[in-house]
């Protein structure tokens, strides 16, 4: 019985900071659809840096869409400010630039690869956010589980 409980615990810990653990850029964005793409972003702001990541799948199959051209144009008050290639990393394509830390933007994605050219628009409103809490859940789940470890050894080595 308390094994169950002493997993059951860190099992609950592990799903409950679950969400803290983010993909290669960050929370995702935008999802969407165009051509021959199906297309997920990702968006992460640090110290003064914004991890921008785009995966790009065949919506036929699924599969990743490798040696794509991947073109990021930023519109910011309406204004073009900028075009940023995004680069492949892994499975996704991937821009990391200097910006401020509040961050509201019109996205044009520019896809060219073997299957084809196709253009995606999404707004980008990334605001500063508090990384204390999950600091704090992260590192209590972590105490939980080593509490609920040596209680199960004390357990074990009284018995």
């Known amino acids: 019985m308390t094994r169950f409980i002493?997993?059951?615990a860190l099992a609950w810990a592990v799903f409950l900071n679950a969400g803290i653990a983010h993909t290669h850029g960050g929370d995702q964005v935008y999802s969407g659809r165009?051509?021959?793409?199906?297309?997920?972003?990702?968006?992460?702001?640090?110290?003064?840096?914004?991890?921008?990541?785009i995966e790009v799948r065949n919506a036929a199959t699924g599969a990743l869409v490798p040696d794509a051209?991947?073109?990021?144009?930023?519109?910011?008050?309406?204004?073009?400010?900028?075009?940023?290639?995004?680069?492949?990393?892994?499975?996704?394509?991937?821009?990391?630039?200097?910006?401020?830390?509040?961050?509201?933007?019109?996205?044009?994605?520019?896809?060219?690869?073997?299957?084809?050219?196709?253009?995606?628009?999404?707004?980008?409103?990334?605001?500063?956010t508090n990384w204390l809490w999950p600091t704090a859940a992260v590192a209590a789940s972590f105490f939980a589980a080593v509490a609920a470890h040596l209680f199960v050894a004390r357990r074990r080595t009284s018995a």
């Open 6 to 8: 002493a997993a059951s």
């Open 34 to 53: 165009a051509g021959a793409y199906q297309v997920r972003a990702y968006a992460n702001w640090a110290d003064g840096w914004l991890d921008y990541s």
């Open 69 to 128: 051209r991947v073109i990021v144009s930023v519109f910011d008050n309406g204004t073009k400010s900028a075009d940023y290639t995004a680069y492949e990393s892994g499975a996704v394509y991937e821009f990391v630039e200097k910006s401020r830390s509040t961050v509201q933007w019109r996205l044009v994605i520019d896809i060219q690869s073997a299957l084809g050219a196709a253009k995606l628009t999404h707004r980008l409103d990334l605001k500063p």
